[in-house]
C-alpha cells in the first residue's frame, strides 16, 4: 500500500511538472484582448512560421521552463500566431511583423510596450517579461535616441 502511495505522489508531481510551461490562449485575438483588459494582464504574441528553426527552438527550449510557465501564468497572457497564415494576414500587416521570431509585449489598454525580434534564450526572454511585472523596473526611451 506504501509503494502505492508513493507511486501516486511521484506520478501526480510529474504531471504537475509536465504542465508547468507557456500556457498559450486559445480563444480568438479579440477575446483575448478582452481578457486581458478584464484581468488587468499584460499579454504577448509570439508571431512564428513553420519552417522557421529560430521559432521551434524556441518551443522546444524556451516555452517549455516551468519557472517561465509559472511566471507567465500568473502575470500575462500569450498567444501564438502563424504569420504565414492566410487568416492571420491582416494582423500580421498590421503589427508591422516582417521576420520571424517576432514576439510583441502589449499592456492590458492594447498599447505595444516591447517588441522582441528574433531568437531568444529562456533567460534572456524571462529577463524582458519580467520589466513588466508589477515590480519591475522598465526603462522607457523617448523618440531621440
Sequence with gaps: MKKLVLLFCFLTAACITANAQVEFFLGT?????????????HYFIVFEA???????????DVFVDAELGTMVDRYFMAYQIDG?????????KNMGVV????ILVFD????EVARLIGYYDKDS???ELEQF????NRTI????R
Design 141 to 144: 526611451y523617448s523618440d531621440f
Design 29 to 41: 485575438f479579440d477575446d483575448l484582448k478582452r481578457k486581458s483588459a478584464t484581468n488587468d494582464n
Design 133 to 136: 511585472l508589477p515590480d519591475g
Design 50 to 60: 513553420d519552417w522557421c528553426e529560430p521559432c521551434k527552438r524556441m518551443k522546444r
Design 108 to 111: 492590458s489598454n492594447n498599447n
Design 84 to 92: 504565414e497564415s492566410v487568416f492571420y494576414k491582416d494582423i500580421v
Design 125 to 127: 526572454f524571462k529577463d
Design 99 to 102: 521576420s520571424y521570431p517576432t
